[in-house]
Structures are given as structure tokens and as C-alpha cells.
């Protein structure tokens, strides 16, 4: 398991996404999986036979099979939009739950996930695939801090925080951020634009 976390840290920057790679291999451990179908191997220019087809067709179903939860659904990781969490950890932490609710191993994948996905700039984008962005930064940034990482503990904190200053400041951020900033009473809500109802 922690081959294939450090294997993934190693190309992030190749594979955005980790494919639910420890979930598979949690899950298929749980239902004690074991493939017995044997693999079809093709080699250039051969001819696919219905035989090959169908057993190659086989062996997926047994492991779509094997990874599908009790109630039918497949879980999945979504390992998209890099502002989801923020809001959480920010509601943990202002309600005094975070220490209560999130355990120390929750707060290292936490971190892991956020290490993982940030951009080489620096910055986080508004997804693990996009350019780094104001409101992903300041928000990710803000969860470093509120999960106990200091200003300048590491690169990845005083990267984002350079990051943030080199681009104008967290108050260029969109008005999505500056509602968070201000709900952390660290930016003036009057700097917020009127939301209607």
C-alpha cells in the first residue's frame, strides 16, 4: 500500500488522477478477489479470435464484479474540483469539530491528497488537471494552516503562500473565497459583494 502511494506521489505530475488504485486494492482484499480467468495476451497484427474476445470480456465483468459494493453501486473516488474539501475543513475548524471529527490519520491523506495535486508553481487550479487559480490556492492554502501546517513548514506551504503573493494577494481571490476569508474573519465582509437570495 505504501509502495503504491509513493508510486503515485513520483508521477503525479504524469497521472493527475490515482484511479482508485488503494480502494481497488482494499476492496479486492475485503472480498478475498482472486482472478482466475487467465489473461489474453495479443500480439501485433494477430488475429482476435470470438475465444480471446469473449474470455477477455469475461475476466472484466468478474473484476467490475468483484469491485461493485453491496447495493449495486460502484464507489469511486472524485478527484476532480480542489475546493470541495475546503469548505469542510473550514466548518470543522470555526465550529471547534475538526480535532474531534478528523483523526490524525484523516488529516495526513488529507495533506497527502492536497501535496499530490499541487501544481509545480505552487498553486492549486480549480481541478487536479488545470493551472494553478487564486480561489484554489487561497482555499488550499487556508486548509494547510487550519490542518497544522506552518507558514513556512515545508515547500508546499511557503510555495502556495509565494504562490498567493505573487499573483496580487489572497484578496484577488473570487467572491467564493472572500466569503470563506471573511467567515474566518480574516477579510472584511463589506469586501464581499451582495448575494442575493
Request: glycine share 8%; charged share 25%.
Amino acid at each position: 500500500m505504501e509502495q503504491a502511494r509513493q508510486n503515485f506521489s513520483l508521477n503525479r505530475s504524469r497521472f493527475k488522477t490515482n484511479g482508485d488504485l488503494l480502494w481497488g486494492m482494499q476492496f479486492l482484499s475485503e472480498k478475498k478477489f482472486e482472478q482466475k480467468i487467465p489473461r489474453v495476451r495479443v500480439e501485433d497484427a494477430e488475429k482476435i479470435t470470438y475465444k480471446d474476445a469473449k474470455t477477455a470480456m469475461r475476466r472484466g465483468i468478474l473484476y467490475l464484479a468483484a469491485l461493485q459494493a453491496k447495493d449495486g453501486h460502484w464507489p469511486a473516488e472524485n478527484s476532480g474540483i480542489m475546493i470541495l474539501n475546503s469548505p469542510f475543513f473550514i466548518c470543522l475548524y470555526i465550529t471547534g469539530h475538526l480535532e474531534e471529527i478528523f483523526t490524525l490519520e484523516h488529516r495526513k491523506e488529507s495533506l497527502r491528497y492536497m501535496y499530490n495535486h499541487q501544481n509545480i508553481d505552487g498553486g492549486w487550479g480549480i481541478d487536479i488537471e488545470s493551472d494553478s487559480c487564486m480561489l484554489s490556492t487561497v482555499l488550499s492554502y487556508i486548509c494547510l494552516r487550519i490542518l497544522g501546517v506552518e507558514p513556512e513548514q515545508g515547500s508546499t506551504c511557503a510555495m502556495a503562500r509565494k504562490w498567493i503573493l505573487d499573483h496580487g494577494g489572497a484578496t484577488y481571490t473570487p467572491l467564493f473565497g472572500k466569503v470563506w476569508l471573511s467567515v474566518l474573519g480574516v477579510y472584511d465582509w463589506s469586501g464581499c459583494k451582495s448575494i442575493p437570495p
